[in-house]
């Protein structure tokens, strides 16, 4: 009794920290890279565009303060070299407040006391942000999220390709899409910044206030979702199929899950992370998929994937099997490429639509406009094969050919090495063809036809 209260005690807690461990926020690392160059000394309202984008980037500041999970740090370009005619230094950004859980009160008193002199090395600033990112404790746990904010009131002025970094940061796994706030851009410099992340457009100091809030929420939170598979008459009733969520810009895998119903009889609520643009893959045959899905960060959001499926079950008719593997290539109807090779006397779930089977017997056996319905079993029979058996009195070269409507049609060469040779094939008509190998005459060919009969053996000695 005691070591069944012990393993089951054992059990339990293994459980537990299982749970707990699942259940673990992740890490959230946000560094804000922040322009201070000298454009934004410009009026912008009534006050140069650093004064209200120090006070309101202050303000977000006061309200992430005591936030778990989550360290913050903080980048600047263009406040340590004055602009020179002729003369400018893309070297000019240093992350001035380095990460960690309680960076705020540095990164207020560096906003306050920064002067705005440079110029705008966007690239470059966010090519040093990949070493701001320290690693990870490797006891701790916790994914990581690693976050780059840019405001900017310019684009790249040291003919960079701040784009191009951001991809390779983002296709490294370094950081996520990083979110560009661009302070009163005109329409050119905002088209040069879409590509860099997830642009928000902060055309007046109102407007900024609120792309600054709505930036620091997706940032910082997941959202529900729930995937439903949607059957052919438009039901979310399909389920226990494999789905991958992939970032449509990278293709790095977000999430890998089995599909499923919950108690309730609907699909599961899952969480997902607001800050990519998805692309969902639903691992039927063949594969489902849904491009360009955006979830709004603190919104339920319902991805609705079309996957109606049917059963296709393949069976060896007049009979039961002999027991010898065949396979069957499955194709789209009228298309070249093979979805799947389903073996003659399985099920196999397909998506809605025609398809065009091969059947790997002796003769191949094409099946066309194969119906898969909703909901339903299509069942398709492949005749059982009779056996042949080939006796030659000396190994020789030859071939079986089927007889149809006249014509002969090439099956298989025979092996002309053998003094026995044995072959399946479909039910039907045949004539092979042989010559002794001391034969030197093409006269001395010797042609015999059999008929072949589902599960019945027959011989032919030449």
Known sequence: MRQTSFLLALLLGLASAAQDKAATPPLTRMLFVMDASNSMNAFWGNQPKINTARELLLNALKELEGQPDLELALRLYGHQTPIQPGKQDCDDTRLEVPFSGNSI?????????????????????????????????????????????LITDGIEACDEDPCAVSRALQAKGI?????????????????????????????????FEHVLKVVVTQALNSTTAQISLMTADGRPTETDVPVTLYDQRTGKVIEHLMHTMNDRGIPDTLRIDPIYTYRVVAHTVPPSMRNDVVV????????????????????????????TMVQAIVRRSGEGGTLIAQEVGSTQRLRTGTYDLEVLTLPRLMIPDVRIDQSKTTEIAVPRSGVLNILPSTPGPGAIFAKKDGQLEWVADLDPNAVRSQYRLLPGTYEVIYRSRSARRTELSLKKDVTIESGRSSTINF
């Open 175 to 207: 950081t996520l899409k990083p979110f560009v706030i661009g302070v009163g851009l005109d329409d050119t410099q905002k088209y040069a910044l879409q590509c860099v992340g997830n642009y928000f457009d902060a055309s007046t100091p109102e407007l």
């Open 105 to 149: 009160p540095a990164m207020k008193s560096t906003l306050q006391s920064v002067r705005c002199l440079g110029t705008t090395p966007i690239a470059r600033s966010l090519e040093r942000a990949a070493g701001d990112f320290p690693p990870l404790d490797p006891k701790d746990t916790r994914k990581v999220r690693n976050v780059i904010i």
């Open 296 to 323: 709004k960060p603190g919104v339920h959001t319902v991805i609705a994937v079309d996957a109606g499926t049917g059963l296709l079950h393949i069976k060896s008719g007049n009979g039961p099997s002999d027991g």
